[in-house]
């Protein structure tokens, strides 16, 4: 069964970083748009940062020069690197991919304190 799993959240201080990962299982994922969103308390889920399936990226505006997404296809992960963090960053973050339907993982939390 399709499944993302992802790792790496917890609590930093203002301007510190942090790395995530996502690893997919099945190698479907290979060819999947994948990415990461999150979700702030009372706020709705939004982009972060995104591959397309030719390999482009976007960003939010928010997260643009501090955040950057890589992939290692050979190991079906996706990361998300986050420097000079923000107490506004924090957030359960949830990484995506899209093949036919939608695939979720089940998030992960930041909490930036300032």
């Known amino acids: 069964q399709a499944q993302l799993v992802e790792s790496g959240g917890g609590l930093v201080q203002g301007g510190g970083s942090l790395k995530l990962s996502c690893a997919a299982s099945?190698?479907?994922?290979?060819?999947?748009?994948m990415g990461w969103y999150r979700q702030a308390p009372g706020n709705q889920r939004e982009l972060v940062a995104h591959?397309?399936?030719?390999?482009?990226?976007t960003y939010a505006d928010s997260v643009k020069g501090r955040f950057t997404i890589s992939r290692d296809n050979a190991k079906n992960t996706v990361y998300l690197q986050m420097n000079n963090l923000k107490p506004e960053d924090t957030a359960v973050y949830y990484c995506?991919?899209?093949?036919?339907?939608?695939?979720w993982g089940q998030g992960t939390h930041v909490t930036v304190s300032s």
């Open positions: 995506h991919a899209f093949i036919t339907t939608d695939y």
């Open positions: 099945g190698s479907i994922f290979r060819i999947a748009a």
């Open positions: 591959f397309t399936r030719g390999g482009s990226t």
